[in-house]
């Protein structure tokens, strides 16, 4: 590599062609010409070198921060800024984490990427599978059969023959057949610090067992699977079956010491069994339709025993070689990097069995390109690059210079990427139109709130006065006001616990919550005021005086808030209580005293979220459902609501399968929480996100969690586009070196003139 | 000089047990092993029994710091402090609470955060010395007056600043290095420029001022206007009496930080992506991780014992007058 530079004088000032040639220095600054000529080819030859040469490439922008082999590769640029806490897909429940599982693991089912509402399609199942009902003598039943009559589902699910897994080393075989790393001694783990320190590897077919490992790991005592309290109330036999495997792994364990192997083969239950090697039933309690949600999460994907045994020998744990830090699936893609402290890397696993992308989608998605690769075999990048970008400002400059190809919005950046028109429609700025960046939103599937105590003995409990003042604080606090001040717009008023896009919500006027919204105009506005104050007044606190001290009536508000976002948010809840007259004491306490009060049920005012796990009204309304109650049953019910109708009502609509009767029924309960107001319903978000004009097939699917497959990227389009942004300027790097060397110059005089001093 | 080291060693063993001893009342304060449970298996579908399943397995079902239903010693050592503790004095700093070894994670992580550390604090010190000299051999001229005004401006100005106006010139504008990342080896080089410049320039002002202080104290003495009466170059007189005679000072505050290089910097990691130790106690706080936290308060306690004494040998080298009993 020739260090050559060419310092050019334009109109502009200095400029640095990408081009390299000899060094002809033009510049001419006085009587420092040489001295500013040595300098700035000194350092600009080694900062060139440094920077370029190194990597040995020429049309590297020098900014670039990925090696200069990556140029023009067919790589997805993304940020993570969190490292993941778990992999193995027992205990994985994260979204930053199922980020990653999602892509590695394929579990029976999954979403379809394109339609909506979300759509359940097989993945490595061949179909759908379809419960046959049993009664308790183990009868079938016929498909209509009343729920209460339905005492097992037993679901049979049929995988797909002849998928492979990735590469791994548990499964490399000598030429005996016999595993080669299944009895490693802990000298052959003692330099081995990575999976790929283990040079052999080796794949096998994906079998039915291996689904039903994975469904008997959730009961493993060494790990921690979020769901496994939720599962054993379903699946038949699972929580016996958990208590069991601790016996045995005790046993295990006092001989072969920690850790134990324990070969779940070997010890069966009666929720799960193969039928052969490509079939395997599930049995469940009752009818539990949303299991088939359950088999589209990393939680039910396959895992091969022969990885179990190979990540159980002594020593592997203690050089963090764990199924938790690398996964072994049969997805698209491979986990080949793990570096959590700077990056991960997924690549293309060799052996996919391969899919082809999806012909069918909402209407208005061909018109927006999202059919353009309709029937061609994914996944159409080879690699994925997620390096941790802790702070939002680089991660959002490194996206503007297109070394992201996907960025969000964060609350500083939100100026100069969207503005908000008159009709409150978010469009790009001309910023982000001049680099063809494109905006793409979508309503989450999850809902933000305000809760009330239904255990405190003024703002909770079953009475009329308590259920209006609930209401009048409902009508109070304007989230339409939040949504603009703290979300620069990005949300939507909510009506009652569902979030759009998940079965129940309703469109117009039928879904607005009556008791604090009036259907005007079209759309949905605030009720006033002054009905707020009537209602308070009606509860018996006639302009927000509490009758009882005859003071204004003071709520406490419990939150773990801390920060500066903390305090204009606090304020704001201040001014929504004081349009009643009535007075806010906040108390802020850390996280953990947060959660034990909300434990306790000695909260009474506080503010609370729910992502969906899957979507299905269930998955919201069960956040209401008594027997969930936190307080008493340590359940996801945080405002220990309880109602005798509602929860009669869920328990019927939880196992129904959707249609009018059980919309009805949602109407229904809708309709009681409303009037109930045990929550002040909030928001829910609205994901903006930025597309560079080089990433394609990208629509936002905030169930499915496996769509990196179905991501495309114009590598070349973005290796022009990123030199064509990033053309390093050096004019005022010289400029202060001249004016560097003119400021020195007076002091280099005065020192020489100070040596032929005499002393003084 | 090794009996004083070796004294000096063994003072340090109870002031570790005391920083162990606050670290894990500190910690335990505001963390019960419940929330710890709790932050670690995630805030969805928790449930009591996976509570418990969790504290056993990591140790944490036992009594803090007192067992009365255990026989004799087994009251002190059966105990979460006892057993997380004393471990560390063999350098064995145990599994994270998310199932990492702590000790592969420091000794893959303490590299980059000393790429960072010891380039800013070598070219750092040369410079902050070489302007506090520049200072003092034209003390009230004009160049001393703006070179104090130019530290005091520099000092006036939060860390912060230098790091988001260095990336948004540097980078952003000028498109000269990458806004952050890290690579291995010789690759790192154009990762740590920037880090290093404006760790460089952000502390150019106090470290300046403070030395340039020194070294005008210095040159008021009596052996200074000797060695001019001598005729000595004011260069001669600078370097060889001056900066000698204002070592101590200097090492006073230098040498101890040397080891503590290998902890890295909080801020500057994080804004630049670098992988190093910067953040790792911090976001094992984030995770009530309390093996990473006492592992690194445990760490930086033996690393800022190490620079105590390696200061105190210093003065020895730079003062023949310091003997070391």
């Known amino acids: ?760 | 000089m090794i009996a004083y080291i070796i004294r000096r060693i063994l003072y340090a063993i109870p002031i570790l047990i005391g920083v162990n001893l606050i670290t894990f009342a500190l910690f335990f304060i505001v963390n019960s092993p419940d929330d710890m449970a709790r932050m670690h298996l995630g805030m969805k579908r928790v449930t009591d029994e996976a509570i418990v399943k969790w504290k056993q397995d990591h140790g944490y079902d036992r009594p803090l710091v007192y067992n009365g239903d255990q026989p004799g010693l087994s009251k002190v050592t059966d105990t979460i402090f006892f057993q997380n503790s004393v471990r560390l004095f063999v350098f064995d700093f145990g599994v994270a609470d998310n199932g990492r070894d702590i000790g592969f994670d420091i000794s893959q992580r303490m590299w980059p955060s000393l790429a960072i550390a010891l380039p800013t604090f070598l070219t750092g010190l040369l410079v902050y010395i070489t302007f506090a000299l520049l200072m003092a051999f034209f003390r009230a001229t004009y160049i001393d007056v703006w070179g104090v005004i130019l530290c005091v401006m520099l000092m006036s100005v939060s860390g912060l600043f230098y790091i988001i106006g260095g990336q948004y010139l540097i980078s952003k504008m000028l498109h000269l290095v990458p806004i952050s990342g890290y690579d291995d080896g010789v690759h790192a080089f154009k990762f740590l420029v920037l880090p290093v410049l404006i760790g460089i320039v952000g502390g150019v002002g106090g470290s300046s001022r403070w030395y340039r202080t020194i070294f005008l104290e210095e040159i008021g003495k009596d052996f200074v206007r000797t060695a001019r009466a001598k005729g000595l170059r004011e260069t001669t007189v600078l370097f060889r009496h001056v900066l000698k005679n204002g070592m101590i000072p200097i090492l006073t505050g230098v040498v101890v930080a040397i080891p503590l290089l290998f902890i890295g910097s909080l801020i500057t990691e994080s804004f630049f992506g670098i992988p190093g130790l910067g953040s790792y106690t911090i976001d094992a706080i984030g995770s009530q991780d309390f093996a990473i936290v006492r592992s690194m308060v445990f760490l930086g306690s033996v690393l800022y014992i190490i620079g105590l004494i390696l200061t105190d040998i210093s003065y020895t080298l730079v003062d023949p007058r310091i003997r070391l009993q």
């Open chain 1, 1 to 760: 590599m020739i260090f050559g530079i060419i310092l050019e004088i334009s109109a502009s000032g200095l400029q640095f062609p990408e081009n390299n040639g000899n060094l002809v220095n033009n510049l001419a600054v006085g009587e420092f010409r040489d001295l500013v000529k040595n300098t700035a080819t000194i350092l600009l030859s080694l900062f060139y070198a440094s920077v370029l040469g190194l990597s040995g490439c020429e049309r590297q922008a020098w900014n670039n921060p990925y090696p200069t082999t990556e140029a023009e590769a067919n790589i997805l640029y993304s940020a993570f800024d969190e490292r993941p806490n778990h992999l193995d897909p027992a205990q994985s429940y994260a979204s930053n984490e199922i980020e990653f599982t999602g892509q590695i693991y394929e579990p029976p089912l999954e979403y379809h990427y394109l339609q909506r509402p979300y759509t359940l399609i097989p993945l490595a199942a061949e179909t759908l599978p379809v419960p046959v009902y049993l009664d308790e003598q183990g009868h079938t039943l016929p498909t209509n059969t009343p729920i209460d009559k339905i005492a097992f589902s037993v679901y049979t699910v049929k995988i797909q023959k002849g998928i492979q897994y990735q590469p791994h080393p548990a499964f490399a075989r000598d030429e005996a057949g016999n595993y080669l790393y299944h009895h490693l001694s802990a000298e052959d783990i003692e330099n081995a610090f990575e999976l790929r320190d283990f040079p052999r590897t080796g794949t096998r077919e994906l079998e039915a067992g291996d689904y039903v490992y994975q469904i008997k790991r959730l009961a493993h005592p060494k790990l921690h699977s979020p769901i496994l309290g939720l599962m054993s109330e379903y699946i038949v036999g699972l929580n016996d079956y958990a208590k069991r495997l601790a016996q045995e792994y005790e046993k295990l364990a006092a001989v072969q010491g920690e850790p134990a192997y324990l070969n779940l083969h070997d010890y069966d239950f009666e929720g799960v069994r193969i039928v052969d090697r490509y079939t395997y039933q599930i049995k469940v309690h009752g009818k539990y339709p949303q299991l088939l949600y359950w088999l589209a999460m990393p939680f039910f994907a396959p895992i091969p025993p022969e990885a179990d045994k190979f990540y159980t020998q002594p020593g592997m744990k203690e050089k963090n070689l764990t199924l938790d830090w690398y996964p072994v699936g049969t997805g698209p893609f491979m986990l080949t990097v793990n570096n959590p402290n700077r990056e991960m890397i997924l690549e293309r696993n060799p052996n996919f069995h391969g899919q082809t992308y999806p012909t069918t989608g909402e209407p208005e998605d061909a018109a927006a390109g999202l059919l353009v690769d309709a029937g061609k075999m994914m996944p159409f990048i080879d690699k994925a690059v997620y390096k941790l970008d802790k702070e939002s400002i680089p991660l959002w400059n490194k996206f503007l210079q297109g070394y992201y190809d996907t960025s969000g919005i964060s609350s500083d950046s939100f100026d100069q990427a969207v503005k908000i028109g008159a009709d409150g429609e978010a469009a790009l700025t001309d910023e982000m139109r001049g680099q063809n960046i494109r905006l793409v939103t979508s309503v989450a599937t999850s809902t933000s709130y305000l809760g009330f105590n239904m255990l405190d003995e003024v703002v909770g409990g079953d009475s009329e006065r308590a259920r209006k003042l609930r209401q009048a604080i409902a009508i109070a606090i304007d989230y339409e006001e939040f949504i603009t001040i703290f979300t620069n717009g990005r949300g939507i008023s909510a009506q009652g616990p569902i979030p759009p896009g998940i079965y129940g919500y309703r469109e117009g006027e039928p879904g607005i919550n009556p008791y604090v919204y009036q259907w005007r105009g079209g759309k949905p506005q605030r009720r006033g005021i002054e009905e707020a104050k009537r209602l308070l007044s009606e509860a018996g606190y006639q302009g927000g005086i509490d009758p009882e001290t005859g003071q204004p009536l003071i709520l406490y508000f419990d939150s773990p808030m801390a920060g500066p976002g903390a305090k204009p948010y606090l304020d704001w809840m201040l001014k929504q209580f004081k349009k009643l007259e009535v007075q806010l004491v906040f108390r802020n306490t850390d996280y953990n005293r947060f959660q034990e009060k909300m434990l306790k049920g000695s909260a009474q005012i506080y503010r609370w979220g729910w992502n969906a796990d899957y979507p299905d009204p269930e998955n919201f309304l069960f956040l209401l459902y008594g027997p969930n109650g936190k307080a008493k049953f340590k359940g996801e019910n945080a405002s220990n609501y309880a109602s005798p109708e509602f929860d009669a009502l869920f328990e019927k609509m939880k196992n129904m399968d959707n249609g009018p009767e059980r919309q009805a029924m949602i109407d229904r309960m809708l309709a009681i929480v409303r009037r109930d107001a045990p929550w002040v319903w909030g928001l829910h978000p609205k994901a903006f996100g930025l597309l560079h004009s080089w990433y394609t097939n990208a629509k936002p699917n905030q169930i499915a969690n496996n769509t990196l497959k179905y991501k495309r990227v114009d590598p070349e389009l973005r290796a022009e586009l990123r030199a064509q942004w990033n053309r390093p300027v050096l004019w005022p790097i010289v400029l202060l070196l001249v004016i560097f060397v003119i400021s020195i110059v007076p002091a280099v005089q005065a020192f020489r003139r100070r040596e032929r001093m005499a002393a003084r």
